[in-house]
């Protein structure tokens, strides 16, 4: 319950000190994602929370609502359409997924999904490797595809064998290995 409150009391202080597309942290679609992800994580973990008040459930949806909304006006889909791209789509997917009550939510979805399956192959070489070539990256690309991929599983839709190989290249043979 202590950490329900602090939860709910830091992202308060987030939304009244952060307004809308106001200032440094609504100007990285990226980061917008990365916070909205993470806060959808903790409120989940927090739902049932003596501490979620009507008043605060309806300013945190709001501000999640607006998450989106500035995710998908402003997709990194020319500037960066590598791990930014990727963790935007996850976010812009992820947040319909769970909130299926926004009213765009359908068309979020269907489009965060369509795009992240059309971009498995331009991130990942065959290897498994990531097309930016560094690790960090591929632990950020990877783990946005892997939530998505099962946060639609878990859903009951399917995931194509393209992304799951695009996630665990190793599931089908894809190195020879002489012993």
Known sequence: ERYAKEFFSLVTHWIDSNPYKTGVNWTSALEVAVRAISWLWAYHFCLHSSSLTP???????????????????????????????IGELSALFMIAAVFPEFKESMTWREKGWKM??????????????????????????LGFYLMSA???????????????????PCSQPCLKVHM
């Not at 945190?60 to 930014?84: A, D, G, K, W």
């Not at 639609?152 to 064998?161: A, E, F, I, T």
Request: proline share 1%; glycine share 6%; aromatic share 12%.
């Open 150 to 168: 099962l946060l639609r599983k878990m859903n009951g839709c399917q995931v194509s064998d393209k992304v799951w190989q695009g996630i665990d």
């Open 116 to 141: 992240l399956e059309g971009e498995i192959e331009k991130q990942f070489h065959h290897d498994g490797g990531i097309v930016e070539q560094a690790t960090f990256y591929q632990h950020f690309t």
């Open 55 to 85: 008043e605060i459930n309806l300013k945190i949806l709001r501000s999640i609502y607006q998450h989106v909304q500035y995710i998908e006006r402003h997709l990194s889909i020319f500037s960066s359409p590598y791990n930014h791209l």
